[in-house]
């Protein structure tokens, strides 16, 4: 009788507690949250959602031309693995450009996108067209994508960038928040100018200078501070302004709109001791209040402070995703700082590239010039198909001989001999330039410096 087989060892499954696992798998959906929504890269400044949309407007007529918000929605759905109200609800949000919204949009728009007054009257995404802005153009993200890397969309049929690399670090120039699971990031705006002398202050003595936060058009009251704990929080008030002995309320703190100001407004006149007897709402697309005091009271601009006390505090949160894809809490200046670095390592590369280009330039302008020279456009005819053709270039050391055997007969003359001695010497000159920039780190940081001071004198002349 055969020996029976012994059955293999059983399998058994690693023990652990549900606690744990619960935790792990807590662990696993916050992050992807984190990195799939919420919380922006450091050094495009970008959500996901966000990268989406300006990736699918640059491949669509939307790089130039306005398109209805809906269609672009849709297109960017190509990228974007969620629902068409989000993506047109974000669109919408980059192209408003009123106060404590964009500073700097990204986005262009035509059609109402709503207003500090009441931020949430966006049209219907059927009635509003959108188009990458000038800004985003000049800003670099775009000129930076032959040198970017790319990962395979959610279905896997198109490639999207892993984040776009500017000028400067767009991060800090619009408002930004973001609430996922365990974690949030409360970015304010900050102005260019200011930015960017930051950065020129990195670049030469590798200490940013510091940042307060900066909205365009806001003249109320602000304040940028530590709190007990250490952690700085930006505080926003109202603001006023006089003309022909009448006082007007001009300007709410952050978060508020129309509504909340006239329920505040109410509130003091009903107070017993207020000296606020009435107002009269002027509000168009910005605020604009008369305000009219009890008889014999006029107020100085202490009395307006302390009568309209009521503020609005931020408690501000740097978390971003950093180039090494980590979660970490930064300051503005860290950023600024962890961004120079990177933009550095991010031009070689593109210079590397750029030499690679020139240098085959030169090549192939060199072997154009012993083509005519050495009259191979007279031996072709001897020759019995391209192929042939091609195997004695080869033969000859020649390196382009696909190139050269498919060139058309009017660049065989010597005029062409002279254009491309010509180029040579372009070409020449370039690759010395580029290889300077990478190997001189002097040379490559007064590159940086003169782009964002160009891109200073068109977007934020004279501190504008």
């Known amino acids: 009788m055969a020996a029976k087989t012994p059955s293999p060892p059983r399998k058994t499954t690693p023990f652990t507690y549900f606690s744990n696992q619960v935790h792990l798998d807590q662990q696993k959906y916050s992050r992807y949250v984190c990195d799939s929504r919420a919380i922006p890269h450091e050094t495009d400044g970008l959500k996901p959602v966000q990268r989406r949309i300006l990736w699918a407007m640059w491949n669509s007529s939307s790089r130039n031309n306005f398109t209805k918000t809906v269609k672009m929605a849709g297109m960017a759905m190509a990228y974007h693995p969620h629902g068409d109200k989000s993506i047109q609800d974000a669109l919408s949000a980059m192209a408003q450009k009123f106060t404590f919204a964009n500073n700097y949009p990204l986005v262009a728009g035509e059609g109402t996108f709503g207003d500090v007054v009441d931020p949430s009257a ?47 670090p767009v991060i800090l120039l619009n408002s930004i928040m973001g609430i996922a699971t365990g974690f949030r990031t409360n970015i304010p705006g900050h102005k260019l100018g200011d930015v960017i002398d930051s950065m020129i202050e990195c670049l030469k003595k590798g200490k940013p200078k510091k940042l307060a936060p900066w909205y365009r058009g806001f003249r109320g009251f602000q304040e940028f501070r530590l709190n007990d704990d250490g952690e700085p929080v930006f505080s926003t008030g109202f603001g006023f302004s006089r003309a022909e002995g009448k006082v007007f309320l001009t300007d709410a703190p952050q978060n508020w709109n129309r509504s909340k100001v006239v329920d505040y407004l109410e509130s003091l006149i009903d107070s017993k001791d207020n000296v606020l007897r009435d107002y009269t709402d002027y509000c168009t697309d910005v605020y604009k209040f008369e305000l009219a005091f009890k008889r014999g009271f006029a107020p100085t601009d202490e009395n307006l402070m302390k009568l309209f006390s009521r503020l609005n505090n931020e408690s501000l949160v740097y978390n971003v995703i950093t180039t090494e894809g980590r979660l970490e809490r930064q300051t503005p200046e860290s950023i600024i700082r962890r961004f120079c670095k990177y933009r550095k390592q991010h031009l070689i590369k593109r210079f590397k590239r750029l030499s690679i280009l020139e240098r085959e330039k030169i090549d192939k302008n060199t072997e154009l010039i012993r083509f005519i020279k050495e009259k191979w456009n007279h031996k072709v005819t001897s020759i019995k198909s391209k192929s042939s053709f091609e195997d004695q270039l080869k033969k000859s050391n020649f390196k382009y001989y696909e190139w050269l055997a498919g060139l058309p007969v009017y660049r065989m003359t010597m005029d062409e001999v002279n254009k491309c001695e010509e180029a040579i010497v372009e070409a020449k000159n370039q690759f010395k330039y580029f290889q300077k920039l990478i190997k001189e780190d002097r040379s490559l940081t007064q590159f940086m410096i003169d782009e964002i001071k160009e891109l200073r004198e068109k977007w934020d002349p004279a501190g504008s």
Request: net charge negative; no cysteine.
């Open 122 to 168: 966006v049209a219907s995404p059927r009635y509003t067209e959108v188009r990458i802005s000038d800004f985003a153009k000049d800003v670099g993200f775009f000129e930076s994508l032959p040198d970017i890397e790319y990962v395979a969309n959610y279905d896997e049929t198109e490639d999207e960038p892993t984040f776009f690399v500017g000028k400067i």
